[in-house]
Nanobody, 123 residues
Framework: QVQLVESGGGLVQAGGSLRLSCAAS????????MGWFRQAPGKEREFVAT????????YYSDSVKGRFTISRDNAKNTVYLQMNSLKPEDTAVYRCAATRRPIGISVYEYDYWGQGTQVTVSS
């Protein structure tokens, strides 16, 4: 069982930056690929980024590529999402997730989810 707790959300102006963190419980964190997803009101949950257990493989959605960076610190059991050049359309609840798969871009590939943190980008 893996428990995930996100932090770092908030209100920011367009063009600004935020860094989200996701702290995981357990001693096998490096065996899980991690992902970030987001969900805006009235919309489906959307893939944002994923990182392999070792941190050597990353993948991003086209909507955030070049602006967001996913990283992890396995010694701290934490995955991060650095978000730069934020846009109003990035406003959503951001959730991290863990999977035993090598990597994952679909919600159906993930086994454990955090509760989420709100990110609001004002224009």
């Amino acid at each position: 069982q893996v428990q995930l707790v996100e932090s770092g959300g908030g209100l920011v102006q367009a063009g600004g930056s935020l860094r989200l963190s996701c702290a995981a419980s357990g001693r096998t964190f490096s065996s899980y690929a991690m992902g970030w997803f987001r969900q805006a009101p009235g919309k489906e949950r959307e893939f944002v980024a994923t990182i392999s257990g070792s941190g050597t493989i990353t993948y991003y959605s086209d909507s955030v590529k070049g602006r967001f960076t996913i990283s992890r610190d396995n010694a701290k059991n934490t995955v991060y999402l650095q978000m730069n050049s934020l846009k109003p359309e990035d406003t959503a609840v951001y959730r991290c997730a863990a999977t035993r798969r090598p990597i994952g871009i679909s919600v159906y590939e993930y086994d454990y989810w955090g509760q989420g943190t709100q990110v609001t980008v004002s224009s």
